[in-house]
């Protein structure tokens, strides 16, 4: 007896190969989004919503009341993309096998997917973290880098429950290092199957490679001493001089001599020079006033405060892939950028598109079944051709929520 391929049957079935094709996803706070899911017909909350971050507080001294201001912050997430895969057959080809079916169309269409939503999300995310570790082009090879980088996210008050996501050269110098020495020999062949390792080595609780993780390129500059150009400078823009000509592009790091971080919890100072990302290209020479993130804020009264002090003027401004601070230069160097984060850094949305379509059967895969994503399935039969074609799409978006939970590491 035959089997039905109905929509519903479909869309299941690319969203188990979905599901096991996802690794950067795997960093995304799966709590977001649920805005768009099972919205009433007719309800609409449009593309963007905002999300509230924690509030933040400061201990105060005494038995006077200290009422604090209830600062709502928020950060928007937006449906950006509409991902899809399309395809046709006859009505003749509908008779084939289900696993023939599965195997010709739905697994390559589920991979398809779920490599693209993977990209998707880094190239909207890793841009906007500024803790990083690692030198740009040089796969890290010391242990010790890698549990610096950790203390560092502990340092600025990022709990438990880290993971990793590598690429695969920087995989292979990692493993080679540690695979015998953090992992059972019991495990090592899921390791190998699935693209794990150490679970819960060096400080990271589970650690995955991933081959679509983010290629950068950093800016350049001509022969500089880049230093800050006026005292007191705060916010999200910082007036730099001593420069060549120069070309700077967006998710260039950098660190200023003498601000350090402060734990946003505690307020206590890290004694670890904050890391700072330009978030804008600009170009030119001599000066240039930078777009950053995060913003300087020193002033020890403000829930928000970032940093110890404000730079001083003539304050030696170190970026990274930089040859140093005077007569340096910066060629461009491209480089993969590697992450580890807390889940609560990031978000990954997903709309549920209507199945409600003139003239279409087309069934729908809730966001749960694929962890973050609802993919929609919808085929039409075309009289004229004898075709049926057929789609497979998803509406997502992404967006950094608590940046500073997640860090960037260069290979």
Same mark, same amino acid.
């Given at each position: 007896?035959? $089997? #039905?391929?109905?929509?519903?049957?479909?869309?299941?079935? !690319? @969203? =188990?190969? +979905?599901?096991?094709?996802?690794? /950067?996803?795997?960093?995304?706070?799966?709590?977001?989004?649920?805005?768009?899911?099972?919205?009433?017909?007719?309800?609409?909350?449009?593309?963007?919503?905002?999300?509230?971050?924690?509030?933040?507080?400061?201990?105060?001294?005494?038995?006077?009341?200290?009422?604090?201001?209830?600062?709502?912050? $928020? #950060?928007?997430?937006?449906?950006?993309?509409?991902?899809? !895969? @399309? =395809?046709? +057959?006859?009505?003749?080809?509908? /008779?084939?096998?289900?696993?023939?079916?599965?195997?010709?169309?739905?697994?390559?269409?589920?991979?398809?997917?779920?490599?693209?939503?993977?990209?998707?999300?880094?190239?909207?995310?890793?841009?906007?973290?500024?803790?990083?570790?690692?030198?740009?082009?040089?796969?890290?090879?010391?242990?010790?880098?890698?549990?610096?980088?950790?203390?560092?996210?502990?340092?600025?008050?990022?709990?438990?429950?880290?993971?990793?996501?590598?690429?695969?050269?920087?995989?292979?110098?990692?493993?080679?290092?540690?695979?015998?020495?953090?992992?059972?020999?019991?495990?090592?062949?899921?390791?190998?199957?699935?693209?794990?390792?150490?679970?819960?080595?060096?400080?990271?609780?589970?650690?995955?490679?991933?081959?679509?993780?983010?290629?950068?390129?950093?800016?350049?500059?001509?022969?500089?001493?880049?230093?800050?150009?006026?005292?007191?400078?705060?916010?999200?823009?910082?007036?730099?001089?001593?420069?060549?000509?120069?070309?700077?592009?967006?998710?260039?790091?950098?660190?200023?001599?003498?601000?350090?971080?402060?734990?946003?919890?505690?307020?206590?100072?890290?004694?670890?020079?904050?890391?700072?990302?330009?978030?804008?290209?600009?170009?030119?020479?001599?000066?240039?006033?930078?777009?950053?993130?995060?913003?300087?804020?020193?002033?020890?009264?403000?829930?928000?405060?970032?940093?110890?002090?404000?730079?001083?003027?003539?304050?030696?401004v170190t970026f990274k892939g930089a040859?140093?601070?005077?007569?340096?230069?910066?060629?461009?160097?491209?480089?993969?950028?590697?992450?580890?984060?807390?889940?609560?850094?990031?978000?990954?949305?997903?709309?549920?598109?209507?199945?409600?379509?003139?003239?279409?059967?087309?069934?729908?895969?809730?966001?749960?079944?694929?962890?973050?994503?609802?993919?929609?399935?919808?085929?039409?039969?075309?009289?004229?051709?004898d075709q049926l074609p057929r789609r497979?799409?998803?509406?997502?978006?992404?967006?950094?929520?608590?940046?500073?939970?997640?860090?960037?590491?260069?290979?």
């Open positions: 007896m035959n $089997t #039905v391929i109905t929509p519903n049957w479909v869309s299941t079935d !690319v @969203a =188990m190969f +979905w599901d096991n094709n996802i690794t /950067a996803l795997r960093l995304a706070d799966p709590t977001y989004g649920s805005e768009w899911k099972n919205l009433p017909d007719g309800a609409k909350i449009g593309y963007t919503v905002q999300q509230r971050i924690p509030q933040r507080w400061r201990v105060k001294r005494g038995q006077a009341l200290q009422q604090q201001p209830i600062l709502n912050q $928020t #950060v928007p997430i937006s449906l950006t993309d509409q991902l899809q !895969v @399309a =395809m046709g +057959w006859s009505s003749a080809d509908d /008779a084939v096998s289900i696993e023939e079916v599965q195997t010709r169309y739905d697994k390559p269409a589920g991979q398809a997917l779920a490599n693209e939503c993977d990209a998707f999300f880094q190239r909207q995310i890793v841009l906007a973290v500024y803790f990083n570790i690692g030198t740009p082009g040089t796969p890290i090879t010391s242990n010790e880098v890698w549990t610096d980088g950790v203390a560092k996210l502990r340092a600025f008050g990022v709990g438990d429950d880290l993971n990793a996501v590598i690429e695969p050269r920087q995989q292979s110098k990692l493993q080679a290092n540690n695979l015998t020495q953090f992992n059972p020999q019991s495990t090592i062949s899921t390791i190998f199957r699935k693209g794990f390792f150490g679970f819960g080595a060096l400080g990271v609780d589970e650690w995955a490679w991933d081959s679509n993780m983010v290629a950068f390129t950093t800016g350049t500059f001509t022969a500089s001493t880049p230093v800050v150009s006026g005292a007191g400078q705060s916010g999200s823009s910082l007036l730099l001089s001593g420069l060549g000509t120069y070309a700077f592009k967006e998710g260039d790091r950098f660190t200023i001599d003498g601000v350090y971080g402060v734990n946003p919890i505690s307020y206590v100072n890290t004694n670890i020079l904050q890391d700072f990302v330009v978030t804008a290209d600009a170009s030119g020479s001599s000066t240039v006033t930078l777009t950053i993130s995060p913003s300087i804020i020193a002033d020890t009264n403000s829930q928000l405060q970032t940093v110890n002090a404000l730079p001083a003027s003539g304050a030696a040859s140093g601070t005077v007569g340096a230069t910066m060629t461009a160097t491209t480089t993969k950028l590697n992450l580890i984060a807390n889940q609560a850094a990031f978000a990954f949305v997903s709309a549920d598109l209507p199945v409600k379509l003139a003239g279409a059967v087309a069934g729908r895969t809730p966001g749960a079944k694929t962890d973050k994503v609802s993919i929609r399935y919808v085929d039409q039969y075309n009289i004229q051709t497979m799409d998803c509406l997502v978006g992404a967006a950094p929520i608590l940046p500073y939970f997640g860090l960037v590491a260069y290979s």
